[in-house]
Antibody
Framework: QVQLVESGGGVVQPGRSLRLSCAASGFTFSSYGMHWVRQAPGKGLEWMAVTSVDGTKKYYADSVEGRFTISRDNSRSTLYLQMNSLRPEDTAVYYC???????????WGQGTLLTVSS | DIVMTQSPLSLPVILGQPASISCRSSQRLVHSDGNTYLNWFQQRPGQSPRRLIYKVSNRDSGVPDRFSGSGSGTDFTLKISRVEAEDVGIYYCMQATHWPGTFGQGTRVEIK
């Protein structure tokens, strides 16, 4: 069955960088787009970024464009989110999601918590 | 960016009674390929979101048939025909027709 396991969260100081990972299994990773979605504590879902199957097409939310980079390594079945210039408002649980054939999010991982605080 | 507006934001329901959630988009969600990429997600307390509905009205595998989606253009609805205790949680609509994707604010369903 589909499994998505996020990792890399933790506590980081404002202005620092961090990379999240999402290890995928149970499906042919290289055949599906992938998303990152976040959820601040007690808040709703916020879509962050999507990448195409080969990583050549990427789209971002305005709130992270230029600071965050989505990427993937199909040989490792792993999705990444490089986050730079982190701000306290980036504090959230970060979910990776598999996309369906039309690039809509379908299956979600369990999430990893990032706290940006001094 | 497209703004998704859900109502109500809180929905107390009686077990066994129907429930309805509205989602309106600031622009039409018809893609150039003719499809409308409007999804509904359920997030139970303490869990990751789970997709219920895709392309307006298609139920995902394993989703009970008491859940149904409808709508077109800018107005969409998620209906639960008879609410069960396990339906408690927050429901989100999300459009993936126009990037960046956007979610509604969420509707909290609770048992009255």
């Amino acid at each position: 069955q589909v499994q998505l396991v996020e990792s890399g969260g933790g506590v980081v100081q404002p202005g620092r960088s961090l990379r999240l990972s999402c290890a995928a299994s149970g499906f042919t990773f290289s055949s599906y787009g992938m998303h990152w979605v976040r959820q601040a504590p007690g808040k709703g879902l916020e879509w962050m970024a999507v990448t195409s199957v080969d990583g050549t097409k990427k789209y971002y939310a305005d709130s992270v464009e230029g600071r965050f980079t989505i990427s993937r390594d199909n040989s490792r079945s792993t999705l990444y989110l490089q986050m730079n210039s982190l701000r306290p408002e980036d504090t959230a649980v970060y979910y990776c999601t598999k996309a369906d054939d039309n690039y809509n999010p379908d299956f979600w991982g369990q999430g990893t918590l990032l706290t940006v605080s001094s | 960016d497209i703004v998704m507006t859900q109502s109500p934001l809180s929905l107390p329901v009686i077990l066994g009674q129907p429930a309805s959630i509205s989602c309106r988009s600031s622009q039409r969600l018809v893609h150039s390929d003719g499809n409308t990429y409007l999804n509904w997600f359920q997030q139970r307390p303490g869990q990751s979101p789970r997709r219920l509905i895709y392309k307006v009205s298609n139920r995902d595998s394993g989703v009970p048939d008491r859940f149904s989606g409808s709508g077109s253009g800018t107005d969409f609805t998620l209906k639960i025909s008879r609410v069960e205790a396990e339906d408690v949680g927050i429901y989100y609509c999300m459009q993936a027709t126009h990037w960046p994707g956007t979610f509604g604010q969420g509707t909290r369903v609770e048992i009255k």
